[in-house]
């Protein structure tokens, strides 16, 4: 198996005003293609060739660093990509994930508060996350390539707040961008599509 950069599932300029064309065009066409170009060049002689993307992660996480970064932002980007959608986000979540983040996570406006507030406190570069845990939801935050499948979770809701995706369209201002990934970008279809590949 070697890495290959998907095709954004949508145009260039379709997540405007809240994500505009040049900052996917960077972050796609040069940020994500940079991890899979290196990650297929990283995999080689690794002796992980042959497994999945998921498990190159989970076995290069913590052994073999180089790796590790490229094949995780690989894992984040594939899905980030897919977690957004032109007019996303709103309240009207699909039935289970809602009673699911309902029972877990205190209702809709205390996760996505939760959620904002821990990529406004991740430190430097990473993700916010919702993940399964457990069985449960859990709001998770990960520093650089890191994700919840190197601590035991699946994730289902993922949003990159390294400088790159928001510093184009936000500058410094980074708690802007994580409300308007919420609000205006998230694709919760895809998140209840894995959170019920998670649980099943
Ligand atoms: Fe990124």
């Known amino acids: 198996m070697s890495f290959k950069l998907p ?12 994500m505009s064309k040049e900052t996917l065009e960077y972050h796609h066409d ?5 991890y899979v170009d290196n990650g297929n060049k990283l995999l080689e002689g690794s002796g992980l060739e042959g497994k999945s993307l998921e498990d190159v992660v989970k076995g290069s996480f913590g052994k073999n660093a180089g790796l590790f970064n490229n094949a995780g932002q690989h894992y984040n980007h594939l899905h980030f990509w897919k977690w957004m ?3 996303g986000g709103g309240d009207k979540l699909p039935g289970k994930l809602q009673a699911a983040i309902d029972k877990d996570l205190g209702g809709l406006a205390k996760a996505k508060e939760d959620f904002a507030q821990a990529g406004v406190t991740q430190f430097g570069s990473g993700w916010a996350w919702i993940a399964v845990k457990d069985g449960k939801l859990a709001i998770m935050k990960t520093p650089n ?9 699946t ?11 928001y510093y184009i369209d936000y500058r410094n201002r980074r708690p802007d961008y994580l409300k308007a990934f ?10 209840e599509e894995m ?3 998670a649980t099943k």
């Open 30 to 34: 040069k940020h994500h293609k940079a």
């Open 182 to 191: 919420l609000d205006h970008l998230v694709n919760w279809e895809y998140v």
């Open 7 to 18: 095709e954004l599932p949508y145009a260039y300029e379709a997540l405007a005003p809240y």
């Open 155 to 165: 994730p289902i809701l993922g949003c990159d707040v390294w400088e790159h995706s």
């Open 85 to 87: 959608k032109p007019n």
């Open 145 to 153: 390539g890191e994700n919840p499948l190197v601590h035991g979770a």
């Open 195 to 197: 959170f019920a590949a």
